[in-house]
């Protein structure tokens, strides 16, 4: 069942997660604690009632192996912490699975959609052409059947914090060498090296006639009229992506707090959504797949947005965040997803 912390819990664990975040999470690409939240404590792959500290980390060390000073506490503030290892989120993320990705040729769909690849065609040589996002969703500024329709996805997928110029193109990258044209560069939420980030999210203004269908493939996924939902503890959830296409998984934590390692740079972000497939042999996601829409199964809803992913488990945005930042940049008093 989705549900939110009670809130006579809420303070004390957020103050138990603060203090261990002030104490082991450090922007340093070869540390091992990479993020810390609150979820539900987890015995033998089975969520239990009590609430904890998640302590995400690259990988489980012996005890033997680990002096004093790196040793997670048993608890914070009287509240059990639980060491989750997720590996390394970022650009040394895991790589698809072959068995699930899409793959090209004639399961191919070209007509440009959310899940779609996507990428950056350009010449500036401070930009990776190769590197492939998703096709987050169709949204549009106004009501109006005239106001400007955009793609959404992630910064470092359409804007890489600024480093895309003008002049770039947003390409849908299904067949190599015959890329469409979709969109151009749009606004994008700068990535603050000092100082803490809620989201990793940016636009691109479709092009004049380019067709984009605001639905998910054939047989995937299903979205429903509405705004977007907060995330939830609990709650069922799937996407489709680039990489790995449609996946199922859980929110198992809604309050992450977490560095993630870009080509350029190591950013903080905090308040973040973590999912979970569920097993260590099904990704969730995987590179190539952020700004995939993240949808809650029981209403159809979006509900977040990936950006970052490491096999089992990936990192997401709030969408309400999403789009409030994003209608900022554009100047416009809010955006809504087309279906």
Known sequence: MNGKIPPELTDHLTQAK???????????????????????????????PTYCVRV???????????????????????????????????RTGRRPKPAQNQGKGAEADPTPRPGSPISVKTNAPNVNQGFLGTLGALVQAGPGPNDPRYILSCNHVLAVNGRVPQDAEIVLAEFVGEEKTLADPGPF????????????????????????????????????????????????????GAATGPTAGKIVDVDADLYIDYSFGTFRFEHQVMIDSGSDDADFAALGDSGSLVVDTSTKRSTAMIFAASGRFAVACPLGVVLEKIAAELKVPQLSVLI
């Open 18 to 48: 603060q203090l261990a975040a002030n104490r082991l999470l450090r922007p340093n690409y070869f540390a091992n604690v990479v993020g810390v939240g609150i979820g539900k404590k987890v015995v033998s792959d089975d969520a239990t």
């Open 189 to 240: 939420v700068p990535l603050q090296r000092d100082g803490s980030n809620s989201v990793d999210c940016a636009v691109a203004r479709l092009k004049d006639l380019v067709l984009v269908l605001p639905a998910f493939p054939k047989d995937t996924l299903t979205l429903s009229l509405g705004a977007p939902i907060d995330p939830l503890l609990d709650m069922q959830v799937k996407k489709v």
């Open 56 to 90: 995400y980390v690259v990988s489980k060390l012996d005890l033997e192996d680990l002096s004093p000073a790196a040793t997670v506490p048993s608890s914070f503030l009287d509240v059990p912490t639980d060491i989750i290892e997720v590996g390394r989120f970022g």
